[in-house]
C-alpha cells in the first residue's frame, strides 16, 4: 500500500527542484488540448507541441492548456518557460505523489488534487494526479491519464448552461475542482456498497476470509481519506485567504465545494466506524461460534460419559456380583441409564443449552 | 447507512447552482403557507403557486413563508426569483442532503438544519432536511415533508404568549430553530430509553441478537451525531459572527439554543460510551458463559475417566486377576470409586467450581 | 441514565424565556435566607415570601438572598422582578438540568454550577443544581434542596476568620463557589475508595458480577466529567474575560479555584484509566482461569485415555490372546499403566503445567 | 493511588487562603538555610526561626532561604510576613498536593514543582512538591522533606564552575529547576529498566502475575505522567510571557530545560505504549497457550477415542463373533488400531499442530 | 528502547551548558571538511584541528565546515569560540539525545535534525544527530559519524547543477536538510517493505513469533515517529518564522521539504494503522484456530462416545441379555452404530463443521 514511499526514494540526491516523473512507467504519447474562449469567440485544438499552440495563446482570450500526461519532461519544462512557473511548480507536477496542496506563487496558484475513480475491471479505487495552475488569464491543468475528467466543463464552455459565468479563469478553475469533488460522491457510493455486501455476508457467514477482506477495505479506506483530508485545508484555504487571483463571487462557490468535501469526509468517518464495529462483530461472532461448538461436546460428553462407566461397572468380572443374577438387572440398568440421560437432557434445556 | 452518498451522484456532471432534487421521488402537491404579521395586522393563506401570493406579499409586515415539500423545481424557482435568492441557495434546499450549516449571503441568512422525530410505526429515528433563509423583513422555511413542525410558534403568531417578541423576523427565525431544538429532546429520550432496555436485555441472556442490535443501535448514535455536531458550529456561527440581520437582544436568546444543543451532544456521547461499554460487556459475558460450559464439562470428565478406567481394568480377561475372586471385590471396588468421585467433588467446590 | 433527556421533553413546545420547574415532583415549602451586612450592620432573616424581605432588602450594604427550592414558580418570578433578571436567566434557574456555565447579563452574571455529594443511604453520588446571580451590591443563590451548602460561608459573614475580605460581593461569590468545589474533593474520594475496594476484590476473585460493578462505576466516573469539566471553562471565563464586577484581588482567589478544579478533573482521568484497566484485567484473568481449566481437562484426559484404551484392550474377547494367560500379565499391565500415567505427570510438570 | 484526593479533604470548609500542611503527619524539626552571596561575600548559615536569619538578610547580596519541611505553620507564616507572600501562596506552599504551576504575583513569582526520585528501599518512585518564590534579589525553596536536593546549585555558590552567572536569582530559580528536571532522568532511566526487564519475563513466561505488575507500572505512568505533563506549561509559561522578573539571557536557559521537559515527555509516552503493546502480547500469548493445550487435548483424544471404540467392540459378549474365533484375530486388530493412531499422528503432522 | 533515558544520567548534577558528549564510547580521530567558495573560487580542505582551518575561513566567501565526529571536547569548543557559539549551543551538539529543533540565536539559527539510515548488516534502522548552525556567511554541520551524508550538495558546489543557486548560505543550508529528508524515503521503503512481508507470512501462518515481530516493529514505527513528528514543527518554524537569515527566495523551497516531511508523516501513521490492523487479524486467527481445533475434538467426540457407549452396554455380563443370543446381534449392533456415525456425521456436515 505504501507505494509512494517506494517511488520517491528515485529522487533522493537530486537538486531541489528537478522535475523527475515519479510514477508508473509510461511511454504513451501526450495530449495537449488548448482551449481558447471568450464571450465571443471560442477556438479548441489539440496539439502534440507546445509550438504549435503557441500562436493560439497570443489573445486576451481565457486560456485553458489541458496535458495529458506528465511524463514527459520536455513538455512540461516548455510549458513552464512559456508560463512563467517556478521550477518547483514543475517538480511537483511530475511528482506525482503529492499530497493535495495549494499554493500562492504570487502570479499564479498551484493546486494540487486527486482525481478518484472506480476502476470497473479490478473493481478497486484508482487516484490520479491532477495539477491545476491558476493564472490572471490562464488555467493550466495536468492529468495522469487521458481519461477525459473535465467533459461537463468542456462541454459548458462550449456552449452549455451557465455559459456566461465561465469567462473568468477563477470561475473555469473553481469549475474544474468541482467536477473533481463530484466524483468522489460516485467513489463513495461504491464503497458503501462494498461495505453492505460485507456486512450481510459477516452477518450470515463469518470466515477468517471475511476478516481480510475487512482488513483491505480499511486499508482502502485509510487511503481515501489520505486523499479528502488535506483538500478540506485546501479548499478552505482557497476560500479563505485572500488571493487576489480569486473573486468574491467565486469564493461563494468554492464554499459549496468545501461543504461537498466536509460531506465525503463525514461519510468516510461512518466507514470508519462501520468497519470498526465490523470487526468486534467478526470477533463477538467467532467466540460465539466456539462457545456452540463447546456446548455441543460439553452435552454428548456429559450424556454419555456416566453411562459409559455404568456399562463398565457391569461389565467387570468379579466372581460376586448379584445384580449380574438378577432377572430384570439387563431392562434395570437400561431403566436407570434412560434415566440418567433424560436428567441430563432436561438440565441442559433448563440451562437453555438446547 | 451512508444514503447520502448513494443519492449525490446523480448530481454529478450538473453545472454548479443547478437545483436538483434529490430525496425519495416525491410526486404529492407542495403546499405553501403564506403568514403576513404585525403588531396590529395578521393574515394567514394557503395557497398553491407563488403568483397567488404575490398580493399578500406587497407589505411592510413581517412575511413568513412556508413550503412544505422541495421537490418542485418551479416553485422554488419562483421563490427564489421573488426574493432574489443565489442560485446556490436554491440548490441547497432541493440538496437535501446537506450538513447543518449557515451562510451569510449580505441581504439574508440562510441555514440549514435537520429535524429529526421518532417514528412511531417502524420504530425508527427520522431526519427531515429544513432551510431557514432569514431576511430583512422575510422568512422563508423549506421543508420536506408536511408534518406541521412549527406547529407551536404558529400558535404564538397568532396570539399566544409572549407575542410581542416575535414582532422581528430574527426572532421569528430563532423561535423556529428552538422548536427544531426541543424536538431533539424526545429523540434522545427514545433513545435513553431504547438503550437501557438492551442494556437489560443483554445483562439478563447475551445473544449474537444482541450484538447486531447494538451494532444497528451504535449506527444510529453516528448519524445522530452527524446530524448535532455541525448544529453546535452553525448556532455558535449566528451568536458570535454579527450579522446585522441578528439583533443583540436575540443573540442571549440564541445563546440558551446553544446551551441546549450542547446538551444533546452531551448526551449523544454519553449513549456512545454507553454502547461501547455494553460490547465490552457482551464480549465477557461470552467468555464468561464459555468458561462455565467447560467447567460442566472438565468436573464431569475429571469425575467419569478414573471410574470408567477402573470399571476397565477389572473387566481385563486375564486369566490371575485375584481381586475378582475375593469376596467383598465388588463392593469394595464400588467403595474406591464412591470415594474418588467424592473427593473430585470436594476438590472442585474448594477450587470453588461448583 | 440519560434523566435529563428525559425530563426536558416536558418543556417541547414552550415559548422561550418560559420558566419551568424540571426536576422531581416537589411540593415542600421554599426556605429564603435573606443576609444583610457591611462592616458594621449584619442581619439575618428566614422568611416565605419575597414581599417579607423588601424592607430588609432597601440598603446600600451586600444583600445575599438564598432560596432552597425552585419549584415554586411565583417566588422565582418575583424574585426576577426586584433585581431585574432576564426571563432566560429565570427560565435557566427552573430548569435544574443545565450545564454549568457562566453568562454575563451586564448588570449581572449568571453562573450555574452543580453541587455534588455523597449520599450515604444508597452510597450513590448526587447532584444538585447551583445558581448563582452576581450583581454590584447583591448575589442570590438558588439550591435546589434545603441541605446548608454554604454553613461555612455563612458563618465567616456572622463572624469567622477573614471577615473583612467577604465585605464585595465577588469575594462572596468567589467564596461560595470555592465551597462548591471543596465539595467535589470528598465526593472523589469517595469514588477512589470505591475503585480500590473493587480492585482488590477484582484480584481477587474475578466474577462478571465485578464486571457490572465496573461498568455501572465507569457510568458515574462519565456523568462525574460531565458536571466537572465544563466548570473549567466556566471558572477560567470568570477568571479572564474581566467583567467590571470582579475585581482584580478577587481574580487572583478564581485562579486558585481553577487549579482546584483542574486536580479535580485530573483524578477523574485517572480514575477513567484504572476503570479502563480493570476491564483488562478481568478479561485476561477470564482467559487465565479459561486456561487453567482446560488444563485440568487435558491432564485427566492425556492421562486417562491411554490407560482406559489399554484395558478395554485387554478386556477383548479374542480366543487367542496369548498375554490373558501369562501368570505376570496382570500385575505386568498394571506396571506398563503405571509408567505411562507416571510418565504423562511428568512431561506436564516440564510443561509447567502443574 | 489517588492519594490526593483523600488528603484534600481535611481542608473542606476552610476560608480560602488559610494555609494547612496537607500530607503525611510529620513531626521532625524544620531546617533553614540561608545563602547570601554575590561576586565578593558569601555567606551559608543553618537557622531553626526566621529571627536567627534576619540579621544576614539586610542586604543587597542575593539572598536564598532554603526551608526543609512545610508542616509547621508559624515558620511559613513568618516567611510570608518577611517577603510579603501572599496568602494564597503560603497555602500552597502548605499543600502538598498542588500541580506543577507558575503563577506571577507581580512582585514575585511563584512555581511549584514535583521532584521526583527513586526510592531503593521499596524500589519505588517518590514524588515530593518544591515550591519556587523568586523575587527581585530573593530566592525562597521550600521542600517537603530533608533531602539534599540542591546540592550541585549550592556547590556552584560555593564557587565551583560558572560562578558568575548564577549572581542574578533569575539564574539561581533557573538552576534549580534545571536541577530537578535532571533527576527526573534517573526516575526515567529507573522505569525503562523495569519495563524491559517485565518485557523480558513476558516474553518468556506469562502469567496473571505480569499482567498484574504491567497494570501497577501503567498506573505509575500516569502519575508520573501528571507530575510532568503540567510542566510543560510551566516552562514554556516562564520562558515565553515576559515577567520582569526574568532577563533575556536567563530565558535561553530555560528554553533548555523546556527541551529536557519534552525529552521525558516523549519517552513517557513511549513507555505507555509499550506497556500498553505489552498487554496485547499477554492476551496474545493466552489465547496462544490455550490453542496449545486444546491442541494436546484434541491429538489424545483424537488418537484414543477410536481405538478405545474398537477394543469396546471385541469385548462385547455376542455369542455369535467370528472374528472373535480367528487364530489372527487378536493380532489383526492390533494392526488395525497400530494403522489407525499413526495415520492420526501423520493427519495431525500434516496440520502442523505437531 | 528509550536508550536516551540511560545515557542522559550521566549529566545530572553538571552546571547548565556545560558541553559533555553523550553517546556510545568513541575514540576515533574528529574529521573536519572545510570548503570555501563564491561564484569565482572554490577550495576545499580536509583538516584535523580548527587551527589548520584558521587561514581558510578569513573571506568573505561562504564557508561551510563540516565535522565528522562530536566526541572530543576540545575541538566543538574551538569552533565555538571561532564562531561565537552559546554554550547551550555546544552541550546541544555534543548531547545527541536532542530532539529535533530550531533555535533562533540572533546571530546564527540552530538546527538539530535526525538523519535516518537502514543498516543493511543488521537489518535494522540507524539515527544519527545532525546540528546544523546558519550564519550570515558560514554554515557548520556537526554529525556522529564520518559517514558521508552531504555527497550530492557537495558534488553541486564542486559544480554540479543549479550551482548558482546555492551561492547563499540559507539555501546551502537548505540543500543541507533536503538532502537528509530524501534519505527519509529510503527508510520508509524499507519499512514499507518489511511490513508488507510481515502481512504476507502473518496471512500465511500465525504464529507467536509474528505477533513479537510485529510489536518490535511497532517500537520502530514509533521511534521513527518521535525523529519525524517534531521535524514538522521545525521546518514549518524555519519557513513562516521571519528570521532575517532566511530570504524569501529559499522560502518557498523549505515549503518544499516541509511538504515532503508531511509525506513521511502521512506514510508513518498509516503504517502505525497497517501493524495495529495486523495485531486484530492476528488475534482473530488464533481465535479461529482454537474453533478449527475444537471442531475436530467435538466431532470426533460425539461420534465415539455414543458407539463406546453401545459396545460397552454388550460387554456387560448379565446373566440374561437376549441380545447376545440372537444370531443377527453382531452385525445387527454394527449396524447400528454404522448409522449413528453416519447421521452424526451428516449432521456436522449440515451444519458445515465439516
Known sequence: MPKNARKRSKKAGLPPGTPVYIGEHKTGEVKITVTVYNETTFQEKEV????????LLDTTAIKWINIDGVHQLKIIEEVGKRFHLHPLTLEDVMNTDQRPKVEDFGDYLYIVLKNLSHNNQNDAMEAEQISIVLGEDFVITFQEDKKDTFAHTRERIRGG?????????DFLAYSLID??????????EWFGEKIELLEEELVARPTPKIMEAIHRLKGSVFSLRKSVWPLREVINGLEREG???ISESTRIYIRDVYDHTIQVIDTIEIFRDMLYGMIDIYLSSISNRLNEVMKVLTIIATIFMPLTFIAGVYGMNFK??????WHWGYPGIWLIMLTIGTSMLIYFRRKKWL
Request: negative net charge; glycine residues 0%; proline residues 6%.
Open 48 to 55: 502534440r507541441t507546445i509550438e504549435e499552440a503557441l500562436p
Open 161 to 169: 448552461a451557465n455559459r456566461e459565468k465561465i469567462m473568468k479563469t
Open 179 to 188: 467536477e473533481i469533488v463530484d466524483n468522489y460522491f460516485t467513489v463513495i
Open 243 to 245: 488571493s487576489r487571483l
Open 320 to 325: 460376586f456380583m448379584p445384580e449380574l443374577e
